[in-house]
């Protein structure tokens, strides 16, 4: 070797490198063996499995197994989309029922309106024939009252007018003087029912005269007695023409008298006066009302007995009712009528 060959690196390294090769070789070929001592361990632990704890394994029908497999595989697949089958109509089935309901509650909705405005034009048309018919203006409030009840338990915005028409209405008929005609007509059909209880004046005056008759007194009868029949009979006819005959100063205040026929003529004209005065009454007649009255009250002072407590109750109770201020004009509560039926024909038009 020369010095140039000594001290060139590349003739140091040429040594180096043959020595590190065969260690290198060597690590590997452990490695491999210790790689191929556990794999044939894990091979002699697999087959000591195989053999001795899953010796069944070699007995078995794998392929029948597999088979089988594959067939419960499909029969799952199979029952998983008839499984999705249903749902799918079940669920088509749920939207159908849970359309119904709606279109059901959106009837019942609607019909449950409809039910109340109709129930609230009845009571309007209540409340216009009481008021106009029977002039009743209690049950006309309270059918009014009742109308805007069901109109406010409606809560829609489009009825406001009709209510606020209705409480024109409510405050106008509380503003009338309140008369009960109901209670007037009871009482005047009380007092025709009570006509046949009545004294007559006819009672009153033949009591008198049988009152002013003058008995026979013990010593005249003993004389009749004596004297025969002729003279009793004589004293008995004196005796009766002197009852007919007596002078009385209040000849003025005499009532005519009616025989017994017409008794019961007087008192159907009497009665028949408190019923006329009731119609009239009911029909708003003002005028035919007093009349009836008025006559009735004559009757009473012409043909009763006006000393009688029940004749002076009865005339009492005519003075009052005659007395008793009516409204010939009853006021008009057909606007909110009219605007709750313009509502009702705008929401049926197209």
Known sequence: MTDT????PATEAIPKKSETGPRHGRVRGGLAVILAIIALIASGYLWYVMFYQSADLFTRDIVGALDRIESDSNQALETVANTEKDIKA???????????????????????????????????????????????????????????????????????????????????????????????????????????NLPLALDIRLREIDETKTPVKEGDAQVASADG???????????????????????????????????????????????????????????????????????????????????????AELARLQAMKLLTEMPDITGSLAALRRLGEQGEAP
């Open 229 to 315: 029949n002729w003279r009793q009979t004589a004293r008995s006819l004196w005796q009766d023409i002197l009852s007919l005959v007596r002078v009385r100063g209040d000849v003025a205040s005499q009532r005519p008298l009616l025989p017994p026929d017409q008794q019961y003529f007087l008192r159907e004209n009497l009665r028949l006066m408190l019923y006329g005065a009731q119609q009239a009454l009911l029909q708003g007649n003002v005028p035919t009302y007093q009349q009836n009255l008025k006559t009735a009250q004559h009757l009473l002072k012409d043909y009763f007995d006006v000393e009688s407590q029940v004749v002076n109750a009865m005339q």
């Open 5 to 8: 060959d000594a001290n060139n």
């Open 90 to 196: 079940l669920k088509e089935t749920q939207d159908a029922i849970k359309a119904s309901l709606e279109k059901l509650n959106s009837d019942l909705r609607r019909n449950r309106m409809e039910w109340s405005l109709t129930e609230t034009e009845q009571l309007m048309i209540i409340a216009n024939n009481r008021l106009q018919l029977a002039r009743d203006t209690h049950s006309a409030l309270a059918a009014l009252r009742a109308a805007d009840q069901q109109l406010q338990q409606l809560a829609m915005p489009k009825f406001l007018p009709v209510r606020r028409q209705l409480a024109r209405e409510i405050s106008l008929l509380e503003s009338q003087d309140k008369l009960d005609i109901s209670g007037v007509t009871l009482r005047l059909v009380t007092l025709a029912e009570t006509v046949d």
